[in-house]
């Protein structure tokens, strides 16, 4: 072999909170001095094991993925559904480090959920989609502590909140059937009575997380052969005592285009053991429970996955020697980067931001008027975080020229994976149309307009004249008849206002502190739209 011959290093990764001056300065500005310090070292620890630890594990379970075993030896039904060391053991991390365990725990009260997001932006890109099992199970896990019975919680919350990889457990969402996935209104299940419990019958189409412990679904409650107009919420366990499926028949796994780590089932419920949570007939409202965490969870995974596509792109940059000098120093790439910068940083504030006000309200310190706005905020950040995702990791595929296309190099996974995060727990239009019912139902959008005036009010910079024009933009688009049609517009002038005010507000702090990065980010945001309606 020659020794001229060339071979371009690709991308490396370093541990992911140290190389991220971004997070660690949001979470120092966004806590006290003392929380910041006592969680900085875990975050370390976590950020070395994302960085030279779990890929390797992510790896394995993506190049083996789960496979459905319907008969033993013997022919006999077993529907087994086995899944790769990597994936168990990316499982065995999340417990390690308490990705939901820390939000239960809730050692540093209101700023539990802050500490806990931290931990999940840094855990989710090394995981192979790991996050979404877990998603659930911190969904569950809420579920049970507000609404579970106290065998329920007995059995169940102290196993979905552990640390020890062999008590833990992880939980399934079970919603999506034939008829609908997002009208939940044409759910067929059943649920038939049977002393103090109940029997579910019915098909299930998409079930995520299909190898967990157990898992919540909407069925309607028969009596006198007639089934209820109404959808209540049943506890399942998957399996029994001899490790046996629960009156579950398997179908097949779904062939997806990414999450392919991840075993997603189409199933039949036959007659399968279930406890009601909750009232009867309070199915949709008890499981918004579980849906509020989820969709902050897609968020934080979606920014989070943006973070580790720039991390890449960035690395790859100074290596990448084109037309006699390094990518970096190309004026024209050097600004495709700080634009999708400016995207990463917007996404990561508007997750930080709402996690806080989760936690908040989990702890009961939170307005009347924050608890409006994180409900009117939850179907906003998820929607338009996802679509940026998409957005971005297309943009950081390009950047890598034809090494982004190519399997082996693992970037593909990027842009595969962020598809999906547009879709689950609501697609962009299903969720346009909660933000508009929402802010209808509570009047919450004018609390928002008071409190975005208020908060620019207060900062100290020549910036916030752009923000302030785009409000207006948006004010005046509330005005048309045909908000129905326009729900999107609505939803992205929204987002691009309020990750405009988080920008400037991190802004006008890091100024003081010798930075104006996020200025220059604040500039990108507010001259540049990535995504449009």
């Not at 399934?172 to 939940?184: H, K, L, N, P, Y």
């Not at 001899?242 to 036959?270: C, F, Q, S, Y």
């Not at 939170?366 to 943009?395: F, G, I």
């Not at 890598?400 to 994976?417: I, Q, S, W």
Request: hydrophobic share 40%.
């Amino acid at each position: 072999m020659s020794e001229k011959e060339f071979f371009q290093p690709g991308p490396e990764l370093d541990n992911t909170w140290e190389g991220d001056p971004f997070l660690r300065n949001s979470l120092r500005r966004l806590l006290p001095d003392e929380t910041f310090k006592d969680i900085a070292p875990g975050l370390a620890t976590l950020g070395a094991r994302a960085a030279f630890e779990m890929p390797a594990f992510a790896a394995n379970a993506e190049r083996y993925p789960p496979e459905h075993v319907p008969y033993d030896a013997w022919g006999r039904r077993v529907d087994d559904i086995r899944v790769a060391e990597g994936w168990r053991e990316l499982h065995r991390v999340a417990a390690e480090e308490g990705i939901v365990a820390t939000a239960y725990e809730r050692k540093h009260g209101e700023h539990s959920r802050l500490h806990q997001f931290a931990r999940l932006y840094l855990y989710h890109p090394s995981s192979a989609i790991c996050s979404c099992p877990l998603a659930m199970t911190d969904g569950a896990a809420r579920v049970i502590e507000l609404h579970g019975s106290d065998a329920t919680r007995r059995k169940a919350l102290h196993r979905l909140t552990s640390r020890d990889p062999e008590n833990f457990w992880t939980s399934g969402q079970w919603m999506t059937e034939r008829g609908g996935g997002s009208d939940v209104s044409r759910t067929e299940t059943v649920a038939r009575r049977e002393d103090d419990s109940f029997r579910l019958h019915g098909t299930k189409w998409f079930t995520s997380a299909t190898t967990s412990q157990m898992a919540f679904t909407l069925a309607r409650i028969e009596e006198n052969g007639e089934a209820s107009a109404q959808l209540s919420l049943f506890y399942l366990e998957l399996r029994d005592a001899n490790d046996r499926l629960n009156a579950i028949r398997v179908h097949r796994l779904k062939d997806k285009l990414g999450t392919r780590a991840l075993p997603t089932a189409e199933l039949t419920l036959e007659g399968t053991p279930a406890q009601l949570v909750g009232e009867p007939g309070n199915g949709v409202r008890t499981i918004a429970t579980l849906l509020n965490i989820t969709r902050l969870y897609n968020a934080c995974c979606a920014a989070s996955q943006m973070r580790r596509g720039m991390m890449l792109a960035n690395d790859y940059a100074g290596k990448r020697i084109a037309f006699a000098k390094p990518l970096t120093e190309h004026a024209l790439h050097h600004e495709t980067l700080a634009a999708l910068e400016a995207e990463t940083r917007g996404a990561t504030l508007m997750v930080l931001h709402a996690a806080a006000l989760l936690g908040k309200e989990e702890t009961g310190a939170t307005s009347t008027t924050e608890r409006k706005l994180l409900r009117l905020l939850t179907p906003l950040v998820k929607l338009y975080t996802a679509k940026q995702s998409v957005a971005v990791c297309s943009e950081i595929l390009e950047s890598f020229g034809g090494a982004g296309y190519v399997e082996d190099t693992g970037l593909p996974a990027l842009l595969r994976d962020a598809q999906v995060l547009t879709i689950w727990e609501g697609t962009t239009n299903v969720l346009s149309l909660d933000l508009l019912r929402a802010a209808g139902k509570d009047g919450s959008i004018p609390l928002w307009l008071d409190d975005v005036r208020g908060r620019l009010d207060a900062i100290r910079s020549e910036d916030i004249s752009g923000i302030r024009r785009r409000l207006e933009d948006f004010r005046q688009l509330l005005e048309r008849e045909d908000l129905e049609r326009n729900a999107r517009r609505v939803a992205f002038s929204m987002a691009r206002v309020h990750g405009a005010l988080l920008l400037a507000e991190h802004a006008d702090w890091e100024t003081n502190n010798g930075s104006t990065e996020t200025r220059a980010a604040l500039h990108h945001w507010l001259q540049r739209e990535i995504v449009t309606a």
